[in-house]
């Protein structure tokens, strides 16, 4: 295994899969997460964080997988915008293998029918989507998408 590397980003596990939502401070990390979470719930699947705004990844002996854990001193805490801090371990899991990069950017950024592009992390290879910032329903609708609609991850 690699060494832990500390990132600045909201992990969920979706249906298995490892979602980490990254962006700059007040991009809306955790309300895109909520909105996944809370949608995934009412659609009977199985979503879970992993962490909020600081997640722990770390590369496999198989240098193309990744897994994303919680810090100890945060696991089971959300910071809600406008609110503050809630604590709810059971919306919790210990772990999940990262699938997607989900990059909150400014709408000068997001390519409206945006191919398929690869990123890195820790030196493994990762599919990527750059979505509006501050927008956690369309980020959520592009989410799903790129999930279920017709991206193989």
Request: with cysteine.
């Amino acid at each position: 295994m690699s060494d832990i590397q500390l990132v600045h980003g909201t992990c969920i596990k979706l249906d298995g899969r490892g979602i980490f939502i990254t962006g700059p401070s007040g991009a809306g990390k955790t309300q895109t997460a909520l909105t996944v979470w809370r949608r995934a719930r009412a659609s009977g699947l199985t979503c879970h964080f992993v962490s909020d705004d600081q997640t722990h990844v770390q590369a496999l002996l198989d240098p193309t997988r990744l897994i994303a854990t919680c810090p100890d001193a945060i696991f089971g805490k959300l910071e809600i915008f406008g609110f503050g801090i809630i604590e709810d371990r059971d919306m919790f899991c210990e772990h999940a293998e990262l699938n997607l990069l989900v990059d909150l950017v400014a709408d000068e950024n997001v390519a409206r029918m945006a191919p398929e592009p690869k990123c890195e992390l820790n030196g493994v290879a990762l599919a990527e989507l750059r979505v509006p910032q501050k927008n956690p329903e369309l980020c959520a609708t592009a989410i799903f998408a790129a999930l279920f609609a017709h991206v193989r991850l």
